[in-house]
């Protein structure tokens, strides 16, 4: 069982930039495939970006193409996601998760951007 902590949202300004990170524990978190998801009220959770375990060929949502960057540290246990200008829209609970079924998932942190 892997267990996922996220850190590091807040309120930020349209146009600002945030870091998220995820610690893991309790698992061989350096196989697994890790990704952020986020959640906006009233809508469905939404994928946002993912890396293999290598930390090559990551994915993004065409949302956030070019302006999100996700990175894994394998020697210590985390991945981040760098957020930079942020958008309105990209208010919601971010959440950081694991495993090739996406089978862990830390408890989200909150992320507001005003305009």
């Known amino acids: 069982q892997v267990h996922l902590v996220e850190s590091g949202g807040g309120l930020v300004q349209a146009g600002g930039s945030l870091r998220l990170s995820c610690a893991a524990s309790?698992?061989?978190?350096?196989?697994?495939?890790m990704g952020w998801f986020r959640q906006a009220p009233g809508k469905e959770r939404e994928f946002v970006a993912s890396?293999?375990?290598?930390?090559?060929?990551?994915r993004y949502a065409d949302s956030v193409q070019g302006r999100f960057t996700i990175s894994r540290d394998n020697a210590k246990n985390t991945v981040h996601l760098q957020m930079d200008s942020l958008k309105p829209e990209d208010t919601a609970v971010y959440y950081c998760?694991?495993?090739?079924?996406?089978?862990?998932w830390g408890q989200g942190t909150q992320v507001t951007v005003s305009s």
């Open positions: 890396t293999y375990w290598s930390g090559t060929l990551p």
């Open positions: 309790g698992g061989t978190f350096r196989y697994l495939t």
């Open positions: 998760a694991g495993g090739n079924s996406w089978q862990f």
